[in-house]
Each structure stands twice: as C-alpha cells, then as structure tokens.
C-alpha cells in the first residue's frame, strides 16, 4: 500500500478527532450561538466584523468540520479504489461519511431551530461514530501489508458477548455524558462519587438525576472492563491482538472515569474536559476495531474448519491410493 494513502488516512484521523473535541469545546463554553441563527454563514455574513470568543470557536469548529468532511469524502472514495475487495472498507467507507454529514445536519438544525437537549446530546455519539469508522479505515489500510497477524483471529461466543455489550454500552454512556453537558448538571452535583459527601440519598431533581446516573453507567462499564480485561489476561495471553486491545481499554476507561471525576474537583477545568472527551473517542474506537475482529471471526472460524475439513479428506485419499504389497 502506497505511503501517501496511509499518512492522508492518518491524517483524516487526527483531523476528525479535532471535530470531536471541537464540538466537546463548543459545549463546554456555550458557544454553539457564537455566530448566532445563521449557518454556514456567521451572523449572515462571510467575513463577521464583530469578532467574540465565542464566534471565534463556533466558526472555527465549522471550517475543520467543514475540511474534515472533504478529507473523509477523498478517503472514503481512495479506501472503495484501493481496498475496495476488503469486506469492510466499503461500509466503512459510506458509514464514515454518512454520518459525519449527519453529524453537521444536526449541528446546523441546532443553530437555525432550537432543539432539545435530549436531541442534541446524540450530536457527540454521531461524530463518535464516524470517528470510529474513519479509524477503522485506517487500520485496514495499514493492515494490508500485512505487518499484524489480527485478519485470522477466532474469538470465541463468550469474548464476542462482551465485546457486542461494551461497544453498545459505551454509547449509552457517551449519551447520558452530552446530556450532562448539554443540560448544565456537570457541577448540580459538588461531591464524588456521591451526589453530597456522605450522603445516599435519591437524586431530589432532574438534573441530580441526569448526572448521578450518567456516574452510575459510567461506573458499570469501568466494572465490566475491569472484568473482562482479566479474563483476556487470564485466558487470550496466546491472543496478543485481543488480549492488547481489552489492556488498552482498561487502561482508557479508568483514564475516562479519572479525568470525570477531575472536571468535579477541578469545578469544570476546560482542559480536563476536553482530555475526558479524548479518552472516551479512544477507547471508542479500540472497542469498534474488537468489533471489527468479531465480525471475521465467524468467517475466520469457518475458513479454518474447511481446512480441516480438507486436509483429511486429502490424508483418507493418500491412504487409499497407498499401493497393497502382496504377501508371499
């Protein structure tokens, strides 16, 4: 594979996180009305003359969105060229684009109509999912040359269970976390892990709610991680692609559930923030490349028993033409 696809799909990568955490940054400094009702234009003009903190962010979170969506498009269209007779690269190809188009749909409709902050909150899930798959295209780019030996592995039902339910779990998570943002609740509740130091009492309002129980998910998946990256430690040594991936999940969501707890000591830190959105993308996409493995291991698994299937029938054949020396 020629290097130059690879650095331009790296490249795509980098620059599609920057929309995620441009989009994170927004939020978090409530500038999503920083060019006020107008898109793609900036308070109906080209050029804005007057110039705030918060257009400066809003507009600049548009223009990388906006070259992001020509860099994903120009991959997506070299991915179905070069590596078109990948089974994946395809889907991923369309998935990528499609929803980071969804993506700035959205965005769009927020700024032009109010939307609710339970509409809203999917805005982070959806550029979460493109990531994933611009992320994906770049490993099988990679993965063409054959410098990692994952294309063969069998995972087995138990592995496939969890890593299904962690992947869809994680993005009920994601959700509940931009409705935190989008609802304002970040600092509703001062203390942690509990709502108020020393206190078990039930959440007393809506947005005790949203946050307590977005702590609470978050909390089980560090707990179902946790779990399931000792039984790859246990069990998938030998798996060294498998038993790396669920390490470096391990090690991402208790670097999540940290930088979390952080924004509350840290009363909302900016910086904390944005690193807490960064480790949930990253663990979101070593999750969906665990998925893209489940997904061949099937084929893989079927493959390697016709094989199987074949080497005996060709040792049963062998045996049959074995010419019988007569006795004397």
């Not at 990679?142 to 269970?161: G, H, N, Q, S, Y």
């Not at 029938?313 to 020396?325: A, F, M, Y």
Request: contains cysteine; proline residues 2%; hydrophobic residues 50%.
């Amino acid at each position: 594979m020629k290097s130059s696809l690879k650095w331009f799909a790296v490249l795509t990568t980098i620059v599609m996180l920057f929309i995620l955490l441009g989009g994170a940054l927004v939020t978090k400094t409530d500038s999503g009305m920083g060019c006020g009702r107008s898109w793609p234009l900036c308070n109906g003009q080209l050029i804005p003359d007057k110039i705030t903190i918060e257009l400066v962010i809003e507009l600049s979170h548009r223009l990388v969105s906006g070259a992001g969506g020509f860099l994903v498009l120009i991959l997506s269209y070299m991915s179905w060229r070069k590596i078109g007779h990948i089974r994946e690269a395809r889907f991923l190809s369309v998935l990528s684009f499609g929803f980071l188009l969804l993506q700035g749909l959205i965005g769009a409709a927020a700024v032009i109509w109010s939307q609710s902050d339970f509409v809203l909150a999917l805005h982070f899930g959806i550029s979460l999912i493109s990531f994933a798959a611009v992320f994906l295209l770049t490993l099988l780019i990679f993965e063409v040359d054959k410098k990692f030996e994952a294309e063969k592995l069998i995972v087995d039902k138990r592995m496939t269970f969890h890593i299904i339910g962690v992947l869809i779990f994680c993005l009920v998570v994601v959700y509940t976390g931009a409705l935190v943002r989008h609802t304002e609740s970040s600092l509703i509740c001062k203390d942690w892990p509990l709502c108020v130091n020393d206190s078990l009492a039930l959440p007393s309002n809506l947005y005790e709610w949203i946050q307590m129980g977005h702590r609470a998910m978050a909390g089980a998946i560090f707990i179902w991680v946790t779990y399931v990256a000792y039984i790859a430690k246990k069990h998938y040594k030998n798996q060294k692609v498998l038993y790396g991936g669920w390490i470096a999940a391990f090690i991402l969501v208790f670097l999540q559930v940290t930088a979390g707890a952080f924004i509350i000591f840290s009363r909302q830190n900016l910086y904390i923030a944005l690193t807490h959105a960064l480790f949930i993308a990253c663990f979101f996409g070593v999750m969906s490349y665990l998925m893209l493995l489940t997904s061949r291991s099937k084929k893989n698994a079927l493959a390697k028993q016709k094989g199987s299937s074949t080497h005996t029938v060709k040792g049963q054949d062998e045996q049959d033409i074995t010419p019988t020396v007569p006795a004397r």
